[in-house]
């Protein structure tokens, strides 16, 4: 079986995480072992209606109050915080495998671009609670699809500005074009005021992608449409194809 993400508005971990699901992954499957994070999150599916397209979107509430003992600064996890917790879990050797490959992805690159070590890396956009969901229900997606091969179309970021925990920074993101550098993932811009490729996105495509192509001859069983939560002047999907090679 072969996965192809078809992304002409850029990919981010939810979006992925959506069109898989809207693919027939089980919902109930990936809520259950989510639970074994032990996280205080919960996790949802809302449907979602793109240009007239019916599409998933996968919702993460972090639930917890970040307490203001720390003068009002939310708590960062560390790659190593982030390794202890997945290493720790229950969850299955496979899916904690992959999960780790997804962040040390994003950390090398974070750590590059920061001019730090690899292990102190602190997820900001990436370690808040919901990117650590959104990778591990990536990582439970493959799990359950089990595919031979997931491929990508070519990556497109957007052009500007965006907000991050370290004040306005340009996209694409530093992270971004840093982990399209580390891993030979070929990367153009679109002529649209926003960033579409986010650092876990690309970080999980750097992990999985056997290729950013246009889409092989395929025999297809299954679609699946995850949308992201920006409106913009193009329809805001990712479409999961799912099928046979021919």
């Not at 089980?26 to 989510?34: A, R, T």
């Not at 993101?173 to 005021?193: C, F, H, K, M, S």
């Not at 490729?197 to 699946?224: D, L």
């Amino acid at each position: 079986m072969i996965i192809y993400f078809n992304a002409p508005s850029g990919i981010s971990g939810d979006m992925l995480v959506s069109s898989l699901i809207d693919a027939g992954v089980d919902f109930e499957y990936l809520k259950s072992n989510i639970d074994l994070l032990g996280l205080d999150v919960e996790i949802g599916i809302k449907e979602k209606t793109v240009n007239g397209i019916k599409a998933k979107s996968f919702v993460v509430d972090v639930l917890h109050h970040h307490h203001n003992n720390d003068q009002g600064h939310h708590h960062h996890r560390t790659f190593k915080d982030i390794k202890k917790l997945l290493q720790e879990s229950k969850l299955q050797e496979t899916v904690k495998d992959l999960s780790l490959k997804i962040f040390e992805k994003i950390a090398k690159a974070e750590a590059a671009v920061h001019g730090m070590d690899i292990e102190e890396v602190a997820f900001h956009e990436v370690g808040a609670d919901d990117s650590i969901v959104d990778i591990v229900a990536f990582s439970l997606c493959m799990e359950y699809l089990k595919p031979q091969e997931v491929l990508f179309s070519p990556l497109c970021d957007g052009r500007g500005f965006t907000k991050s925990m370290h004040g306005i920074i340009p996209v694409p993101a530093p992270a971004v074009l840093e982990i399209a550098r580390q891993n030979g993932i070929p990367l153009a811009t679109l002529d649209i005021d926003s960033e579409l490729v986010t650092p876990t996105g690309i970080g999980i495509a750097a992990a999985v992608s056997n290729g950013f192509v246009n889409m092989p001859r395929m025999q297809i069983e299954k679609i699946g449409y995850g949308s992201g939560t920006k409106d913009l002047p193009i329809p805001n999907i990712v479409r999961a194809i799912i099928g046979k090679k021919n």
